[in-house]
């Protein structure tokens, strides 16, 4: 039996996608071995109790496998890695392209790009590779890395469809958006492209007169790239747009279940969790075709092409709105494929997974 199936992450922060999934496979580790989560950074107070710092990682003696979350890259994390003994396994979720960030934040964009070196510094040492999807394969095996099991471990659809109803805010919400509002769930990032679904309600709004407002829920990680948000905003006034910032589980299930429509216009995904989410309420998904969204989503929302305009963008919500049959198509095909998800995103798999290559 091992000694101990430890996990890294570079940063963890409460409703993190990663930190979520860490979590998830640390509570399936523990049923066989010694589980624990390190980071470089911890951002939320909430998580203190449930993850430790990198500093403490206990010596590779004391261990049997180090499962290592690939997102981005840096330095020191890199070099720990490498100067350690015990086996290595990858669970790998992709890299945004750096160029995006040069304009925005170089220094976020020389992680991303490091993040590709990398993978080849540390293959050899990696016994076991993961992937939350088959659009992220591509990448690992152009860094050489071949037998990938895909495994989209993210998908915790169960966090939110179990909140209870805040009523006081579901109230609100009716009371203060009469025509509906349509959601957007992402972190405010210049690969989101947050101002693409602000034009894609103006331009619906301004076309059709849907009176609709558009609610964003997600912190923001850029502030230069926040700021520009802030001011398109003020230029497109139809757009009728918020920006709420970090939500709570509670409140993002009540937005949920409110809305209208959901709306993403992200250039790259290496998963896409949110428009899972949306579909678990019965909220219909409009989608840029970008990264690994087509196969996330499939037939189940309206997919666009990966070059989609605001213009397209506002014509598909306008469908989702307006169109009675287009909506239960699309509802009944979301509940589908959310189950279909759900099975394939077991974290006991993964955790049997890992333990597999201790014995």
């Known amino acids: 039996m091992a000694k101990a199936i430890h996990q890294l992450v570079i940063g963890a922060s409460e409703g993190d996608a990663i930190t979520s999934m860490a979590l998830k496979i640390r509570d399936s580790l523990r049923e066989y071995v010694e589980s624990e989560i390190y ?18 990682l206990p010596p590779s003696r004391a261990m049997s496998l180090l499962v290592y979350h690939s997102s981005y890259g840096l330095p020191m994390v890199t070099n720990i890695l490498v100067n350690r003994s015990e086996p290595l396994a990858l669970v790998f979720h ?67 469809t179990s909140e209870p109803v805040d009523s006081a805010r579901a109230r609100n919400l009716a009371e203060s958006y009469p025509s509906g509002y349509v959601l957007a769930v992402s972190q405010i990032l210049h690969h989101k492209r947050i101002e693409q679904v602000i034009e894609s309600v103006h331009l619906c709004n301004t076309i059709h007169d849907t009176n609709l407002t558009l609610l964003i829920a997600g912190v923001s990680r850029q502030p230069a790239y926040l700021q520009a948000v802030q001011n398109h905003l003020e230029s497109l006034p139809n757009a009728r747009a918020q920006l709420l910032g ?42 840029k075709g970008a990264g690994a969204i087509p196969e996330t989503v499939g037939n189940a929302g309206l997919v666009l092409p990966s070059d989609a305009s605001p213009a397209l963008a506002a ?19 979301g509940l589908a494929r959310v189950a279909q998800m759900q099975d394939l995103s077991s974290h006991e798999r993964a955790a049997e997974a890992l333990i597999g290559v201790c014995r």
């Open 39 to 56: 980071a470089r950074w911890v951002f939320s107070e909430s998580l203190e109790d449930d993850v430790r710092l990198l500093d403490d």
């Open 94 to 160: 992709n890299f945004t392209p750096w160029q995006t960030y040069l304009r925005w934040n170089p220094e976020f964009a020389l992680g991303l790009e490091w993040g590709h070196k990398e993978l080849r510094m540390i293959k050899d040492q990696v016994v076991k590779t993961i992937s939350d999807s088959t659009y992220s394969v591509a990448e690992l095996e152009a860094a050489g890395y071949d037998n990938v099991e895909v495994l989209p471990m993210g998908v915790d659809l169960e966090r939110l």
């Open 246 to 287: 970090s939500v709570s589980q509670r409140e993002l299930a009540t937005l949920y279940r409110g809305a209208r429509a959901f709306i993403s216009m992200s250039d790259h995904e290496g998963l896409g969790i949110p428009p899972l989410e949306a579909m678990a309420f019965g909220v219909p998904v409009v989608a």
């Open 315 to 333: 014509e598909a919500l306008y469908e989702v709105i307006s169109s009675e049959p287009t909506r239960e198509k699309l509802i009944a095909a």
